[in-house]
């Protein structure tokens, strides 16, 4: 099967920066599409942004958007998340996921992703 392993979170302060990492196995990280999902304690995975496998279309929800960027390098089989202006609300363990039957278009729904990485911790204080 697909395997995920991020890395890069950590503990910041507000206004802060970090960049995540997701390193997908494979041969055909390519041919993915990709999302990055968070989870609060008590809350629900929420989709974050997301990417189509060639790199030319991102989403974002609102609340980052011009904060966060993902993009991707499919010679490495990459997928990254540059979070600048963190703010505590940001606070969440991050998810890589991969969208195995997809493309060229972006979904924001948890259920249509395919596999998932263990998640990387990021900490905001004010």
């Known amino acids: 099967q697909v395997e995920l392993v991020e890395s890069g979170g950590g503990l910041v302060q507000a206004g802060d920066s970090l960049r995540l990492s997701c390193i997908v196995s494979g041969r055909t990280f390519s041919s993915y599409s990709m999302g990055w999902f968070r989870q609060a304690p008590g809350k629900d995975r929420e989709f974050v942004v997301g990417i189509t496998c060639s790199g030319g279309s991102t989403y974002s929800r609102d609340s980052v958007k011009g904060r966060f960027t993902i993009s991707r390098d499919n010679a490495k089989n990459a997928v990254y998340l540059q979070m600048n202006s963190l703010k505590p609300e940001d606070t969440a363990v991050y998810y890589c996921?991969?969208?195995?039957?997809?493309?060229?278009?972006?979904?924001?729904?948890?259920?249509?992703?395919?596999?998932w990485g263990q998640g990387t911790q990021v900490t905001v204080s004010s």
């Open positions: 996921a991969v969208r195995g039957r997809s493309c060229s278009y972006i979904t924001t729904t948890r259920e249509n992703y395919d596999y």
